[in-house]
């Protein structure tokens, strides 16, 4: 069974730190998909990125970068120069493959508030 | 407008009370999912339907019921509300591959007294 953990339910930082989220993920599928949702106070659901199991490069899109290390089942978050607008609950959540409904698996979330 | 619109945005309801969640979309996605969330518990799948005739139950069904009216919408029905079932609700959709990832509703938070 599929199942994603992320550790640290609430971090709190100052603006311009840097913060990494942590996500480790169980899967015995070979072929899965990693992703990284942000549901800022307003509540609504946005796509971050997707990361598939073949592709252990690391990604950087502007202040975000991710880390994808199968040896550990992680696929870590981390905000560079953190903003205010950064505050917002993170999900990690995994898709298998061979999964016919295409299911997410959400971790708990990470809760990032950024204080001034 | 939004692609996925989940109506009502806010519910306050009382126990034993019928209740529909209704979520329309504009993304031409054949499939549809529905969610709860929790606090430390993440979203979980409720239901999914991958088109008009196939309706399939998610990790905790039990309690709820759907109906996938046409491509476009899919909806969630409590038909017997209870207190524990007080949460916030999405609505996704999804091209079709597990690599494309869903798009979601903008919530509706839904209160049982």
């Known amino acids: 069974a599929q199942k994603v953990t992320q550790a640290q339910t609430e971090i709190s930082v100052v603006e311009k730190e840097d913060v990494t989220l942590d996500c480790v993920y169980e899967t015995r599928d070979t072929t899965y998909y990693l992703f990284w949702y942000k549901q800022p106070p307003s509540g609504e659901l946005v796509f971050l990125i997707r990361r598939n199991s073949f592709d252990e490069q690391n990604e950087i899109s502007g202040r975000y970068s991710w880390n994808f290390q199968k040896s550990t089942s992680s696929f870590n978050f981390t905000i560079t120069a953190s903003q205010v607008v950064d505050s917002a609950v993170y999900f990690c959540?995994?898709?298998?493959?061979?999964?016919?409904?295409?299911?997410?698996?959400f971790g708990g979330g990470t809760r990032l508030m950024v204080k001034p | 407008d939004a692609d996925v619109t989940q109506t009502p945005r806010n519910r306050i309801t009382k126990t034993g009370k019928r209740i529909m969640l209704e979520c329309s979309q504009t993304k031409g996605h054949d499939r549809m999912y529905w969610y709860r969330q929790d606090p430390g518990l993440g979203l979980r799948l409720i239901y999914y339907?991958?088109?008009?005739?196939?309706?399939n139950k998610g990790e905790i069904s039990d309690g709820y019921s759907v109906s996938r009216q046409a491509q476009a919408k899919f909806s969630l029905s409590l038909e017997s509300a209870i207190p524990n079932q007080t949460a916030l609700y999405f609505c996704?959709?999804?091209?079709?591959?597990?690599?494309?990832?869903?798009?979601f509703g903008d919530g509706t938070r839904l209160s049982i007294l």
């Open positions: 339907s991958f088109d008009v005739k196939d309706i």
């Open positions: 996704a959709t999804q091209e079709g591959q597990p690599y494309q990832p869903q798009h």
């Open positions: 959540a995994l898709s298998e493959a061979r999964n016919a409904g295409n299911m997410l698996t």
